[in-house]
């Protein structure tokens, strides 16, 4: 049985770097085909794609925000780590890291999320 | 950078078909996924590929592509299936994903 949890900081103030980190059981970040993900959704909006990293390390970013994000795996641990740098209000949002594979190449389980507000 | 644009709202009566679509220029090269969300819950994948269903998912659900458009389909609405509905794809290089906008699906 998959599953993936999300944990962080609930608040964080404006111009900080935000850490979140999954830890996920029922799979291996170091077989083949196998990637988790992040996506985060804004209170009442829609959700939007972050980051990916898959099981040989290639890392996808939104091309928006990939000036700000760094997403790592550490396979020994079963986590993955995001970091976005210099957090805005508009950032708030629930964050969810996200089981993929290659065969749906979608992502099939999720975490139940972790919101994060930003305020001085 | 790239879109994907679904209509805001769809409402039917229960046991009516709804159709959800979503436009993308992508979407003649790239897959599309369909997310059912509901309030407070995080997304579920009910379409993978266009058109596949995962195990667990009811038969109801289908899924469909002509050229830069998607749609989900419905069968037979039920209550339970009011919800938030997204697409997922990827823009023409396939390495960076895209959610739509998100549809809100009222069962009257």
């Known amino acids: 049985q998959i599953t993936l949890k999300e944990s962080g900081p609930t608040l964080v103030k404006p111009t900080q770097t935000l850490t979140l980190t999954c830890t996920f059981s029922?799979?291996?970040?170091?077989?083949?085909?196998?990637?988790v993900g992040w996506i985060r959704q804004p209170p009442g909006k829609a959700l939007e794609w972050l980051a990916l990293?898959?099981?040989?390390?290639?890392?996808r970013y939104s091309p928006s925000l990939k000036s700000r994000l760094t997403i790592t795996k550490d396979t020994s641990k079963n986590q993955v780590v995001l970091t976005m740098t210099n957090m805005d209000p508009v950032d708030t949002a629930t964050y969810y890291c996200?089981?993929?594979?290659?065969?749906?190449?979608?992502?099939?389980?999720w975490g139940q999320g972790t919101m994060v507000t930003v305020s001085s | 950078s790239y879109e994907l644009t679904q209509p805001p709202s769809v409402s039917v009566s229960p046991g009516q078909t709804a159709r959800i679509t979503c436009s993308g220029d992508?979407?003649?090269?790239?897959?599309a996924y369909w997310y059912q969300q509901k309030p407070g819950q995080a997304p579920v994948l009910v379409i993978y590929?266009?058109?596949e269903r995962p195990s667990g998912i009811p038969e109801r659900f289908s899924g469909s592509s002509s050229g830069t458009t998607v749609t989900l389909t419905i069968s037979g609405v039920q209550a339970e299936d009011e919800a938030d509905y997204y697409c997922?794809?990827?823009?023409?290089?396939?390495?960076?994903?895209?959610f739509g906008g998100g549809t809100k699906l009222t069962v009257l």
């Open positions: 996200a089981h993929t594979i290659v065969a749906y190449d979608a992502f099939d389980i």
């Open positions: 029922g799979f291996s970040l170091s077989t083949s085909g196998v990637g």
């Open positions: 990293i898959y099981w040989n390390d290639d890392k």
């Open positions: 992508a979407l003649p090269k790239q897959y």
């Open positions: 590929k266009d058109s």
């Open positions: 997922q794809s990827a823009d023409s290089s396939g390495a960076n994903w895209v």
